[in-house]
């Protein structure tokens, strides 16, 4: 039994060493990267414990996820192998066009955690947890992954474990028109929702992050949480709280996997009962952490990293 139970697709991420356009790139650096299995990695590193349901190829690639997974501490005793369908892969392409930017580059069609289903979920194990997280990400993947995702849902509302959700829309999985009929589906399901303003605009029409959250709470969640980047972060919840937080300011490394962090922190902070202020600046500290370096998951602090950073006191020799 876990504390939470994360769900979806992890790849190898190949990050490029250099900046510019990835046909000049000659060096990538290698991660394990995938926006549950970093939550899951996140909430463990917050102190608590977490469980990740999904599929890998019997390859090299899902050899190296599973023990890196299981290195930081997270439960893979649900993961299967699949000898059919490989790893998923992806690159990301730095600092161009856009500078301080990043591309991501997929090749994960046909991948073996695209092949999941409700088969790989066991209604038992995520009944038993307090909260179950997945991400727009798997409901993009495949029908059988929404079918997954449904199972999922279902057992954790069925044992009384909270649903999170981020919204995290990838316009290379799927058009707005589908994401929007697909994901609206769950939204009624879920306690806890993350989203930002460019994928409440594809969901709702709105960007406005307090409107948007008026909206999305009336759906049924009772959390909601606008990530806006550089900006900040916006939450509010069905009892009438609301708090905007504005980001911490670092320097900026490698933004992929910052809100997976944010998401993960914040989940941790209301898990122990702490009001929504509290647990948006310590979400937040964990988004900024998460950009100063390279790769997911790397930099997803714990509590006592939080702190010291909250408090300023970091120290060089220790
Ligand atoms: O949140 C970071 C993820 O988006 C990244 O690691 C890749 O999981 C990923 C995906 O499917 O895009």
Same mark, same amino acid.
């Given at each position: 039994?876990?504390?939470?139970?994360?769900?979806?697709?992890?790849?190898?991420?190949?990050?490029? @060493?250099?900046?510019?356009?990835? /046909?000049?790139?000659?060096? @990538?650096? #290698?991660?394990?990267?995938?926006?549950?299995?970093?939550? *899951?990695?996140?909430?463990?590193?917050?102190?608590?414990?977490?469980? =990740?349901? +999904?599929?890998?190829?019997?390859?090299?690639?899902?050899? &190296?996820?599973?023990?890196?997974?299981?290195?930081?501490?997270?439960?893979?005793?649900?993961?299967?192998?699949?000898?059919?369908?490989?790893?998923?892969? &992806?690159?990301?392409?730095?600092?161009?066009?856009?500078?301080?930017? +990043?591309?991501?580059?997929?090749?994960?069609?046909?991948?073996?955690?695209?092949?999941?289903?409700?088969?790989?979920?066991?209604?038992?194990?995520?009944?038993?947890?307090?909260?179950?997280?997945?991400?727009? $990400?798997?409901?993009?993947?495949?029908?059988?992954? /929404?079918?997954?995702?449904?199972?999922?849902?279902?057992?954790?509302?069925?044992?009384?474990?909270?649903? +999170?959700?981020?919204?995290? $829309? /990838?316009?290379?999985?799927?058009?707005?028109?589908?994401?929007?009929?697909?994901?609206?589906?769950? $939204?009624?399901?879920?306690?806890?929702? @993350?989203?930002?303003?460019?994928?409440?605009?594809? %969901?709702?029409?709105?960007?406005?992050?307090?409107?948007?959250?008026?909206?999305?709470?009336?759906?049924?969640?009772?959390?909601?949480?606008?990530?806006?980047?550089?900006?900040? *972060? &916006?939450?509010?919840?069905?009892?009438?709280?609301?708090?905007?937080?504005?980001?911490? #300011?670092?320097?900026?490394?490698?933004?992929?996997?910052?809100?997976?962090?944010?998401?993960?922190?914040?989940?941790?902070?209301?898990?122990?009962? =702490?009001? %929504?202020?509290?647990? %948006?600046?310590?979400?937040?500290?964990?988004?900024?952490?998460?950009?100063?370096?390279?790769?997911?998951?790397?930099?997803?602090?714990?509590?006592?990293?939080?702190?010291?950073?909250?408090?300023? /006191?970091?120290?060089?020799?220790?």
């Amino acid at each position: 039994m876990v504390d939470v139970v994360a769900m979806g697709e992890t790849m190898v991420q190949l990050n490029a @060493f250099t900046p510019g356009p990835l /046909r000049y790139v000659n060096y @990538f650096e #290698k991660h394990a990267a995938g926006t549950e299995s970093n939550f *899951a990695v996140g909430v463990v590193r917050m102190g608590h414990t977490a469980g =990740w349901i +999904s599929r890998l190829g019997d390859d090299e690639f899902g050899c &190296y996820i599973h023990s890196f997974l299981r290195g930081e501490g997270v439960d893979v005793s649900r993961v299967a192998f699949d000898s059919e369908a490989p790893t998923g892969v &992806y690159f990301i392409q730095r600092d161009y066009p856009v500078p301080g930017g +990043s591309v991501v580059y997929y090749y994960r069609r046909g991948s073996a955690a695209s092949g999941l289903g409700p088969g790989d979920v066991d209604a038992d194990y995520v009944a038993s947890a307090r909260l179950f997280h997945t991400t727009g $990400i798997t409901l993009a993947l495949s029908g059988s992954c /929404r079918e997954a995702v449904s199972k999922a849902m279902e057992s954790a509302r069925g044992g009384g474990a909270e649903v +999170s959700f981020d919204t995290n $829309i /990838r316009l290379k999985l799927w058009g707005p028109d589908k994401a929007r009929r697909v994901i609206t589906e769950y $939204i009624g399901d879920c306690d806890m929702l @993350f989203t930002d303003p460019q994928d409440a605009e594809i %969901l709702l029409g709105e960007g406005d992050p307090r409107r948007a959250a008026e909206e999305f709470l009336g759906m049924g969640p009772h959390t909601v949480a606008v990530k806006l980047g550089g900006e900040g *972060a &916006y939450a509010a919840t069905s009892g009438g709280e609301a708090v905007m937080k504005e980001a911490f #300011k670092v320097p900026v490394v490698d933004v992929v996997g910052a809100g997976d962090a944010f998401d993960a922190a914040f989940v941790s902070c209301r898990l122990r009962g =702490w009001g %929504l202020e509290r647990s %948006l600046e310590v979400a937040n500290a964990a988004g900024a952490l998460c950009v100063t370096v390279r790769g997911d998951v790397e930099a997803i602090p714990t509590f006592e990293d939080v702190e010291r950073f909250l408090e300023g /006191r970091s120290q060089v020799f220790r």
